[in-house]
């Protein structure tokens, strides 16, 4: 069975980073394109940031250019979300999954529990 796992998430303060990790079980990593997503309270959920297995290409929602980095520790099977210069809008739950990077949640699969963001002074 696919699953995935995040975690990493707290409260910070405005200007502040956090690292949030997404690990697998029952499969790797490094055979699938991976998406981080967020959903803040009374929001569709949308999507941060992708890494392609194809030939390791990285997307990045306008929003986070610049502040966030998506990376792979293929020997942990885990993806990384480095989250730097954070705003309170940035203020979500986030959920890493499976699928094709450029496309919407529904075409994700395998999501995981999701881990609290809360950027706040």
């Known amino acids: 069975q696919l699953q995935l796992v995040e975690s990493g998430g707290g409260l910070v303060q405005p200007g502040g980073s956090l690292r949030l990790s997404c690990a697998a079980s029952?499969?790797?990593?490094?055979?699938?394109?991976i998406g981080w997503f967020r959903q803040a309270p009374g929001k569709e959920r949308e999507g941060v940031s992708c890494t392609s297995k194809n030939d390791g290409s990285t997307y990045y929602a306008d929003s986070v250019k610049g502040r966030f980095t998506i990376s792979r520790d293929n020997a942990k099977n885990t993806v990384y979300l480095q989250m730097n210069t954070l705003k309170p809008e940035d203020t979500a739950v986030y959920y890493c999954?499976?699928?094709?990077?450029?496309?919407?949640?529904?075409?994700?699969?395998?999501w995981g529990q999701g881990t609290q963001v809360t950027v706040s002074s």
């Open positions: 999954a499976t699928g094709p990077c450029g496309l919407p949640p529904s075409f994700f699969g395998s």
């Open positions: 029952g499969f790797t990593l490094d055979g699938y394109s």
